[in-house]
């Protein structure tokens, strides 16, 4: 498809929570970034459930996601392609592919990651249980909240040390963490790495 990386994206409640798939260790901090800065193409592509194509990052009127813009270019990444992912008819996240080069794909481009965000639902299924499977038709289930538990742990294991630490609430905390992460041009996972094993402390305001 002539691409330079690919990541598949989980996403739960409008925010992208987990990196299940990654063609190589780039591809996962470009991902990451998405959840670092709470924008990008994954998430775009899962809540209007149609794919997300941006030919050049630079081009003077793409104004889509100013921090995550920005970053990408930074890290020399052009192109951005976002395919999203249905699991039991509730889209769960989105296959990001990624160029260095700027362009327009060609249909038969389209095409292959069409076919490649259908095979990505393959690995997830396995994951699930069937009766987390099933209950994506049922209103009353956790499904949404095991497919959640299952991604990003050092990021929840972190912000909960966060809010031991400093008193803070769940949603404070994460929000420390990941503003930690953009400040410092780092992943959250490395961060959270770096919190749970006490080689990172953050300070009370």
């Given at each position: 498809m002539?691409v330079?990386?690919?990541?598949?994206?989980?996403?739960?409640?409008?925010a992208?929570v987990?990196?299940f798939?990654?063609?190589d260790?780039?591809?996962?901090v470009?991902?990451?970034?998405q959840f670092v800065v709470?924008e990008?193409?994954?998430?775009?592509?899962?809540?209007?459930?149609?794919?997300v194509m941006?030919?050049d990052?630079a081009d003077a009127?793409?104004h889509r996601?100013p921090a995550?813009?920005?970053m990408?270019?930074a890290?020399?990444?052009?192109g951005v392609?976002?395919?999203p992912?249905a699991v039991?008819?509730e889209?769960?996240?989105?296959?990001d592919?990624?160029?260095?080069?700027p362009g327009d794909l060609?249909?038969e481009?389209?095409?292959?990651?069409?076919?490649a965000?259908e095979?990505?639902q393959?690995p997830?299924?396995?994951?699930?249980?069937?009766?987390?499977?099933?209950?994506?038709?049922?209103p009353?289930?956790?499904a949404?909240?095991?497919?959640n538990?299952?991604?990003?742990?050092?990021?929840s294991?972190?912000?909960?040390m966060?809010m031991?630490?400093?008193?803070?609430?769940?949603?404070?905390a994460l929000?420390r963490l990941r503003?930690h992460?953009y400040?410092?041009?780092?992943?959250a996972t490395?961060i959270?790495?770096?919190?749970i094993?006490?080689?990172?402390f953050?300070e009370?305001?």
């Amino acid at each position: 498809m002539d691409v330079d990386a690919a990541a598949f994206s989980l996403v739960f409640d409008g925010a992208n929570v987990g990196t299940f798939g990654a063609s190589d260790s780039r591809a996962r901090v470009y991902d990451e970034m998405q959840f670092v800065v709470g924008e990008g193409p994954c998430l775009d592509a899962v809540a209007r459930c149609v794919p997300v194509m941006v030919a050049d990052l630079a081009d003077a009127g793409e104004h889509r996601w100013p921090a995550y813009g920005p970053m990408m270019i930074a890290q020399e990444i052009r192109g951005v392609y976002a395919m999203p992912v249905a699991v039991a008819g509730e889209y769960v996240g989105a296959l990001d592919f990624f160029r260095t080069v700027p362009g327009d794909l060609s249909r038969e481009q389209i095409a292959g990651m069409a076919v490649a965000a259908e095979l990505v639902q393959l690995p997830l299924l396995d994951l699930l249980s069937k009766d987390l499977r099933a209950g994506f038709t049922d209103p009353s289930s956790n499904a949404w909240a095991d497919l959640n538990a299952l991604s990003r742990t050092e990021v929840s294991q972190a912000t909960g040390m966060l809010m031991a630490q400093l008193n803070l609430t769940a949603a404070s905390a994460l929000a420390r963490l990941r503003a930690h992460a953009y400040a410092s041009g780092r992943s959250a996972t490395s961060i959270a790495r770096d919190i749970i094993d006490r080689r990172l402390f953050l300070e009370a305001d």
